[in-house]
């Protein structure tokens, strides 16, 4: 099981970016995809889940700006994320709690994508 984060870049302060979270490996159960991120200095913080039943959680800091999709056939997590400041800038992780394989069950991180709000 893998966890392929992509799509992070620089983008001016308003702008939007999509980050992607792609999971590879024979999966047959899982709880929910996350994004984490983390500045510098800074703990990594969870900021977006997507459950299996499709349910969402968002950080109050992202709130009504980032929103989290799934596309079941392709595997992927997607985080939209729109008016962005320059307090997004961060790399940003995905990870699964709780994915299993068969009976083997693990927590798997993607490597950070780095997002960089700046005019």
């Known amino acids: 099981v893998q966890l392929q984060a992509s799509g992070g870049g620089r983008v001016p302060p308003g702008g939007s970016l999509t980050l992607s979270c792609t999971v590879s490996g024979s999966i047959s159960s899982w709880q929910s995809i996350d994004w984490y991120r983390q500045a510098p200095g800074n703990q990594r913080v969870l900021i977006a889940r997507?459950?299996?039943?499709?349910?969402?959680y968002y950080h109050s800091s992202v709130m009504h700006r980032f929103f989290i999709s799934r596309d079941v056939a392709a595997n992927t997590v997607y985080l939209q994320m729109n008016i962005l400041k320059s307090e997004d800038t961060a790399a940003y992780y995905c990870?699964?709690?709780?994915?299993?394989?068969?009976?083997?069950?693990?927590?798997?991180w993607g490597q950070g994508t780095q997002v960089t709000v700046s005019s």
């Open positions: 997507i459950r299996s039943n499709g349910g969402t």
């Open positions: 990870a699964g709690p709780s994915l299993c394989s068969g009976s083997v069950c693990g927590s798997y």
